[in-house]
């Protein structure tokens, strides 16, 4: 839910529930928009967007607003799970304390405020929260179907009004005028029937689904009581504060907002299936792939990425996750088609959370222009900065290929030049090599450049930056590579049975290439088929005790570069076993 900024803090139950945060401990939960179809390790994803080598077209602004990131650090040992976010740069969600059960709570500008639980529940989540400081969620028995829809204020908490025939209930957003919205529960098993609901003081009311007998939820209430909706024919599925089915939109038409009419939410003229994140006090809602100003959803246009809507504020302004090719994420921000931002190249510092390929999803943004990211294992907060926007610098990639040091970036408009700058010493001081106008042919706005003046062995670091007219950006990030030829071959190969004791010892002297990191050791029992018995780190002697006796091997040796090129074959050493 987005509202307007006002003064109002966030309730605090009592002064023994701010625990400080202690800034020495990184956050030890993690958790944010679910992903589709994510493989292999969170680490690896992050290692391939620092070292793209793909033609990503996620177009960068000319100018830009830049971010101050401050992390959400959890008190030592502790987890934290983000839930929702306000204008006042609150966050609520889930406190774990190590080693007991879950806590609802609210970050503050570094504090943690652990809210108080209704009587006979032990855990709880707080779901949402707007600017006057009042908090909705659940507290909870710890047990299926004992949650109880709650809010707090003025330091105390307190039961919604229950649904009479319904086993439990939660709540998930409250808007400025203090309306809340939730869903009430029938049944305990795997799939209790859910229905969406609105809480308007003492009043209770479900909201009727737009086909008869469907299940409903209600994620999201804007400040006029517009409500976003997901119903299915069948259950609902749920994970964290958000819901997948079928998209609608509630109306009011009642101040209490307890009666109003339900429309559907289109996808190219069929019901619109998905996630269901967020609606602005415009009504404006997004989810999934789509947005819905009306009733029929539009799709962003972000050339060869998929995007997926988290958060929207008034100024239609929406953050998510962009996806390449279903393994590499990051946090995106956009406000218009093809104007799709990655937040990583918008960071104007750097913290142990919140880095450059750190960022992995952007959660949600409130009306100042705040955004709450998933980044670095943890959570972070980005504000707008105050100082001048500025041409940004392009995020400079670099690799070896074919023993070639290859450079790559995206440019940020047509007609701009780039200037790209090599040294043999990190930091600098940095020599011009090559000034860019023009795109690689086929990729638009997508530069490559082959350092073919690189010497071999040296190891060489680049920045680019972005010019125009006489305007010039900062440097980039600095990246670096070593260009290697394949090395040569190791030589004066020995082998020798020792007097006493089995095995064969080898000797040689290594290859002279530089960068040599590892020796392979092959073997034969008949000449000209040999095969890899050891990669060794680079040295000049080898033990091999995986031999029979009284029999005759033939070795060679090689060498293999930093870069994984094998050199050629040594000179042949042959031996008799005894």
Same mark, same amino acid.
Request: hydrophobic share 35%; net charge negative.
């Given at each position: 839910m987005k509202t307007s900024k006002t003064s109002a803090r966030v309730m605090r139950s009592n002064e023994a529930n701010r625990s400080p945060c202690s800034k020495d401990v990184p956050p030890g939960e993690r958790t944010g928009s679910v992903r589709r179809k994510v493989t292999g390790s969170r680490a690896f994803q992050q290692t391939i967007l620092l070292i793209l080598m793909l033609v990503i077209v996620v177009t960068p602004p000319a100018i830009a607003q830049r971010y101050l990131p401050t992390d959400i650090v959890v008190p030592a040992g502790g987890g934290f *799970?983000?839930?929702?976010?306000?204008?006042?740069?609150?966050?609520?969600?889930?406190?774990? @304390?190590? /080693?007991?059960?879950?806590?609802?709570?609210?970050?503050?500008?570094?504090?943690?405020?652990?809210?108080?639980?209704?009587?006979?529940?032990?855990?709880?989540?707080?779901?949402?929260?707007?600017?006057?400081? *009042?908090?909705?969620?659940?507290?909870?028995?710890?047990?299926?179907?004992?949650? *109880?829809?709650?809010?707090?204020?003025?330091?105390?908490?307190?039961?919604?009004?229950?649904?009479g025939g319904t086993?439990?209930?939660?709540?998930?957003?409250?808007?400025?005028?203090?309306?809340?919205?939730?869903?009430?529960?029938? /049944?305990?098993?795997?799939?209790?029937?859910?229905?969406?609901?609105?809480?308007?003081?003492?009043?209770?009311?479900?909201?009727? @689904?737009?086909?008869?007998?469907?299940?409903?939820?209600?994620r999201d209430i804007?400040?006029?009581?517009?409500?976003?909706?997901?119903?299915?024919?069948?259950?609902?599925?749920?994970?964290?504060?958000d819901?997948?089915?079928?998209?609608?939109?509630?109306?009011?038409?009642?101040?209490?907002?307890?009666?109003?009419?339900?429309?559907?939410?289109?996808a190219h003229e069929n019901p619109a299936s998905g996630k269901i994140a967020?609606?602005?006090?415009?009504?404006?809602?997004?989810?999934?792939?789509?947005?819905?100003?009306?009733?029929?959803?539009?799709?962003?246009?972000?050339?060869?990425?998929?995007?997926?809507?988290?958060?929207?504020?008034?100024?239609?302004?929406?953050?998510?996750?962009?996806?390449?090719?279903?393994y590499l994420f990051a946090a995106g921000l956009w406000d218009g088609p093809n104007n799709a931002r990655d937040l990583n190249t918008l960071l104007s510092a750097s913290t142990p959370n919140a880095y450059p390929g750190s960022l992995w999803s952007g959660l949600a943004i409130n009306n100042v222009g705040q955004i709450l990211v998933e980044a670095g294992g943890g959570y972070s907060l980005l504000t707008p900065t105050s100082q001048p926007s500025t041409l940004e610098p392009p995020v400079?990639?670099?690799?070896?290929?074919?023993?070639?040091?290859?450079?790559?970036?995206?440019?940020?408009?047509?007609?701009?030049?780039?200037?790209?700058?090599?040294?043999?010493?990190?930091?600098? @001081?940095?020599?011009?090599?090559?000034?860019?106008?023009?795109?690689?042919?086929?990729?638009?706005?997508?530069?490559?450049?082959?350092?073919?003046?690189?010497?071999?062995?040296?190891?060489?670091?680049?920045?680019?930056s972005a010019v125009d007219g006489l305007d010039e950006s900062t440097d980039s990030v600095e990246v670096s590579a070593m260009s290697l030829a394949p090395p040569a071959a190791p030589s004066g190969l020995a082998a020798t049975v020792p007097k006493k004791g089995p095995g064969v010892g080898l000797s040689w002297k290594q290859s002279t290439s530089p960068a040599i990191q590892w020796n392979r050791i092959y073997?034969?029992?008949?000449?000209?088929?040999?095969?890899?018995?050891?990669?060794?780190?680079?040295?000049?002697?080898?033990?091999?005790?995986?031999?029979?006796?009284?029999?005759?091997?033939s070795y060679v040796v090689t060498a293999v570069n930093s870069n994984g090129l094998e050199s050629p074959a040594s000179n042949v050493a042959s031996v008799r076993t005894k």
């Open positions: *799970q983000a839930r929702a976010m306000n204008d006042l740069g609150q966050v609520a969600g889930r406190y774990t @304390p190590p /080693g007991q059960w879950a806590q609802p709570a609210v970050w503050d500008q570094g504090t943690f405020i652990v809210l108080p639980l209704l009587p006979g529940t032990v855990t709880g989540v707080a779901r949402g929260l707007n600017n006057a400081g *009042q908090v909705v969620g659940q507290c909870s028995t710890g047990t299926t179907g004992g949650e *109880q829809a709650c809010i707090w204020e003025n330091g105390t908490v307190r039961e919604l009004p229950a649904v086993t439990f209930s939660r709540a998930f957003a409250i808007n400025d005028a203090g309306t809340i919205v939730g869903q009430v529960y029938t /049944g305990t098993g795997a799939d209790p029937v859910t229905e969406a609901v609105i809480w308007k003081g003492s009043d209770v009311a479900k909201l009727v @689904p737009p086909v008869a007998g469907a299940q409903s939820f209600a804007d400040n006029s009581g517009r409500v976003a909706v997901v119903w299915s024919t069948g259950p609902i599925y749920e994970q964290g504060n819901g997948w089915g079928y998209g609608a939109r509630w109306t009011p038409h009642v101040p209490n907002g307890t009666s109003g009419s339900m429309a559907i939410l289109y967020d609606i602005n006090n415009a009504g404006v809602i997004c989810g999934e792939s789509w947005i819905w100003y009306g009733t029929e959803g539009v799709s962003p246009s972000y050339p060869s990425w998929h995007a997926y809507q988290n958060g929207i504020n008034d100024a239609g302004k929406i953050v998510g996750m962009l996806e390449w090719e279903g400079l990639y670099s690799w070896v290929y074919e023993g070639v040091v290859r450079l790559y970036w995206m440019g940020l408009d047509s007609g701009w030049s780039y200037r790209l700058k090599r040294s043999t010493i990190s930091g600098g @001081p940095y020599t011009t090599i090559a000034t860019i106008t023009e795109s690689v042919a086929g990729f638009s706005n997508n530069y490559f450049f082959d350092d073919t003046t690189a010497m071999n062995g040296v190891r060489y670091f680049y920045v680019v073997r034969s029992t008949s000449r000209g088929s040999y095969v890899q018995v050891a990669q060794i780190n680079a040295g000049t002697s080898y033990q091999d005790n995986q031999t029979a006796p009284r029999t005759s091997y």
